[in-house]
C-alpha cells in the first residue's frame, strides 16, 4: 500500500469519525431516553455504541471495501488491512452525563498500527497519528510531558472487573508508594490521547482490547512517548501502558508491563 492510500484512510477516518460524533452527541443529549443493557458487571451498552458502530462501518465499507473491521459492539474478523473501531470508549460515563468518553479509529496494515484516531466530541479535539508523522490535536503537533520524577508526575488508571481487584490495588499501591499521583477517568483511550498531548504523565491498563489503546498507543508513540505493542489477536485482552520517557522505566517497574525502549 502506498504512503497515499494511507493519507487517503487518515483523511476518510477524520471524516467519518466527525461524522459519528455528531450521531454521539446527539444520543448522549438524549441519554435519559436510551434503553440501558449490561453485557457484564459494570459493563454497560445502549443503542448509542450500537448505531454509532454501525455508521462507522457503513461509512468503512462504502470507501474502503476491501477493508475488514472489527469492532467493540459487532465484532468482525481480522486480514491484512483491517480497522478497528470503539463507537464509544467510556460508556459509563456517556450514560451518567460524565464528560469524559471518546471514540476511537485505527488502522492495522499487515499486523503494523498505521492511523490512530481518537475523538472527544464533547470538546471538538480530534487527535491523529498517522506511522513516522508525529501526533496531532486538530492539526496541531502535540508532544509527551517532560516529567522525570514520580514525584511530578499523573498516571491515568484504567480498570474493569474482568481484572482481579487485588491485582490492580496492588499496583495502584506500589505508584503511590513511589510518589506517583493518579486519575481514574473513565475512558482508556481518552486518557492514552491526554498523554500523547502532555496532560498525563502515563497509563496503563492490566486488561483491555485492541479497540480501546490501538489508536492512543499510536498517539503517544508518534508523540515521543514509549508504549505497548497490543500483542497476537487483535480479538482478545492484553494488557498495555505508555509513559512519557522521563519514567518509563518507573512504571514498567511498578507495573509489571515492559515498555520498549
Do not use: C, I, K, Q
Given at each position: 500500500m502506498t504512503e497515499n492510500e494511507i493519507e487517503d484512510r487518515l483523511a476518510a477516518g477524520c471524516e467519518i469519525l466527525r461524522e459519528a460524533g455528531r450521531t454521539a452527541l446527539d444520543f448522549y443529549r438524549r441519554r435519559d431516553h436510551l434503553t440501558i443493557e449490561r453485557k457484564g458487571r459494570q459493563d454497560l451498552v445502549s443503542r448509542a455504541d450500537r448505531e454509532v458502530e454501525s455508521l462507522i462501518r457503513a461509512r468503512l465499507a462504502a470507501r474502503f471495501p476491501q477493508d475488514e473491521v472489527i469492532g467493540e459492539e459487532q465484532g468482525g474478523r481480522s486480514g491484512p488491512r483491517v480497522w478497528i473501531t470503539d463507537p464509544i470508549d467510556g460508556t459509563a460515563n456517556f450514560l451518567r452525563g460524565i464528560p469524559y468518553w471518546s471514540m476511537t479509529l485505527a488502522f492495522v496494515l499487515e499486523g503494523r498500527p498505521r492511523i490512530g484516531l481518537t475523538y472527544d466530541p464533547l470538546h471538538e479535539e480530534l487527535f491523529t497519528a498517522m506511522t513516522g508523522r508525529g501526533a496531532h490535536r486538530n492539526g496541531r503537533r502535540i508532544r509527551v510531558s517532560q516529567a522525570q520524577r514520580p514525584e511530578e508526575a499523573c498516571v491515568g488508571l484504567s480498570f474493569s472487573f474482568r481484572t482481579p481487584v487485588?491485582?490492580?490495588?496492588?499496583?495502584?499501591?506500589?505508584?503511590?508508594?513511589?510518589?506517583?499521583?493518579?486519575?481514574?477517568?473513565?475512558?482508556?483511550?481518552?486518557?492514552?490521547?491526554?498523554?500523547?498531548?502532555?496532560?498525563?504523565?502515563?497509563?496503563?491498563?492490566?486488561?483491555?482490547?485492541?479497540?480501546?489503546?490501538?489508536?492512543?498507543?499510536?498517539?503517544?508513540?508518534?508523540?515521543?512517548?514509549?508504549?505497548?505493542?497490543?500483542?497476537?489477536?487483535?480479538?482478545?485482552?492484553?494488557?498495555?501502558?505508555a509513559a512519557t520517557p522521563g519514567i518509563a522505566v518507573e512504571i514498567a517497574a511498578l507495573t509489571g508491563i515492559p515498555l520498549p525502549a
Open positions: 487485588a491485582e490492580y490495588t496492588a499496583v495502584l499501591a506500589r505508584l503511590l508508594e513511589a510518589g506517583f499521583d493518579h486519575r481514574r477517568m473513565g475512558s482508556a483511550a481518552l486518557s492514552l490521547a491526554h498523554l500523547a498531548d502532555g496532560r498525563l504523565d502515563a497509563t496503563f491498563t492490566l486488561r483491555t482490547h485492541s479497540w480501546d489503546v490501538l489508536s492512543g498507543l499510536l498517539l503517544v508513540r508518534e508523540a515521543g512517548g514509549r508504549a505497548t505493542d497490543f500483542p497476537g489477536d487483535l480479538l482478545e485482552s492484553a494488557s498495555a501502558a
